[in-house]
């Protein structure tokens, strides 16, 4: 068994539109579910009981199911429920996002629980209300916090976007699939998508490490 690397020159351009399918699927989801999981942890540790039990069965629920039948679910259920159908890139966003939001929210919620209590209670007493406290005080403090947790569920994120290609959305996954249909040299065409994930992920692993030295002197 050997690589034949005109699996890869001969299908560049096919590899090369899967890696730009991850590339904006990642970035699309790291920030949507940057931004879900924040509004979920906040949810998590709010006063406001309807909010926090939301919070809470959404953590639960949504980690404790795969990933698989969550796509499945906005592929199928949701036409059959509000009428919405979604194009196959769309739906594999919105399931990446809600997976790993779930996980973020938790890294976040963990991080704020550390910030000392006294300096919620000393930005409400200045003045500030709930949501401005936890906006300027709290949550800038607790990200620094937890970066590393936070980095692992962004690569985590990267690898998972490979749920495209269930979804025929066009991913790296998926035109290795379609690569290996026509050329039948499954490991070299499976090898080539391991190698531009590796060109995503290990870039962002560095730049996890380089941000926890930094902030670590903070």
């Known amino acids: 068994m050997f690589i034949d690397f005109t699996v890869l020159t001969d299908n560049i351009d ?18 949507a579910s940057f931004i879900l999981g924040t509004v979920i942890a906040v ?15 959404y953590v639960e629920f949504i980690r404790n199911i795969p990933l698989l039948l969550i796509a499945f679910f906005v592929l199928v259920g949701l036409p059959i429920l509000t009428g919405v159908v979604l194009v196959p890139f769309v739906t594999g966003l919105v399931a990446l996002t809600v ?10 919620r963990a991080g704020i629980q550390t910030v000392p209590k006294g300096q919620m209670e000393a930005a409400r007493s200045s003045g500030l209300t709930y949501l401005q406290a936890m906006w300027h005080i709290i949550l800038p403090q607790a990200i620094k916090i937890v970066i ?17 290609t269930v979804l025929s959305a066009s991913d790296l996954m998926y035109q290795a699939d379609l690569i290996n ?6 490991f070299s065409s ?14 962002l692993s560095y730049g996890v490490r380089y941000l926890e030295r930094r902030y670590a002197g903070n």
Do not use: C, H
């Open 14 to 31: 096919r590899y090369m539109i899967g890696f730009g399918g991850t590339v904006a699927a990642s970035v699309i989801s790291l920030i």
């Open 43 to 57: 949810f998590r540790i709010t006063p406001f009981k309807p909010l926090q039990w939301f919070g809470t069965a």
């Open 99 to 108: 997976y790993t939001s779930a996980f973020i929210a938790e890294a976040i």
């Open 148 to 164: 590393p947790p936070l980095g692992n569920q962004f690569l985590n994120l990267v690898k998972n976007s490979s749920i495209f």
């Open 181 to 186: 249909s026509d050329t039948f040299d499954t």
């Open 190 to 203: 499976y090898i080539f998508a391991a190698l531009f994930y590796l060109i995503l992920t290990i870039p």
